[in-house]
């Protein structure tokens, strides 16, 4: 069983930027892949960026094309926590942002919920115009 735990949400104007984390209990954390996925009012949850262990201390990133350049997604395993870095924050990326994480598996690609067994409660993140 993994736990996860988010922080970091809260209230910003466009422009502005937030690092959210996930910290992660139960397991080791460096073989679990790890994701954010957000979901706004009224839309269905959307895949925002995952880290996939791939081997080793490898570990592969993906993002979704809305938040490519702007978000960076990165892991500390010693700390069992998984970062959302969001810059240039703008109001369509308002929603509350849920971590995922999978024991490693070598099929997927991380962005699909299915393909997680753990999820957060999710933190808040608004960005006014």
């Known amino acids: 069983q993994v736990q996860l735990e988010e922080s970091g949400g809260g209230l910003v104007q466009a422009g502005a930027s937030l690092r959210l984390s996930c910290a992660a209990f139960?397991?080791?954390?460096?073989?679990?892949?790890m994701g954010w996925f957000r979901q706004a009012p009224g839309k269905e949850r959307e895949f925002v960026a995952a880290?996939?262990?791939?081997?080793?201390?490898?570990?592969?990133?993906s993002y979704a094309d809305s938040v490519k350049g702007r978000f960076t997604i990165f892991r500390d395993n010693a700390k069992n926590t998984v970062y959302l870095q969001m810059n240039s924050l703008k109001p369509e990326d308002t929603a509350v942002y849920s971590c995922?994480?999978?024991?490693?598996?070598?099929?997927?690609?991380?962005?699909?919920?299915?393909?997680?067994?753990?999820w957060g409660q999710g933190t808040q993140v608004t960005v006014s115009s």
């Open positions: 995922a994480a999978a024991p490693a598996r070598p099929s997927g690609t991380g962005y699909y919920t299915e393909e997680y067994d753990y």
């Open positions: 139960g397991r080791t954390f460096g073989y679990y892949h």
């Open positions: 880290t996939r262990w791939i081997g080793g201390n490898s570990y592969s990133k």
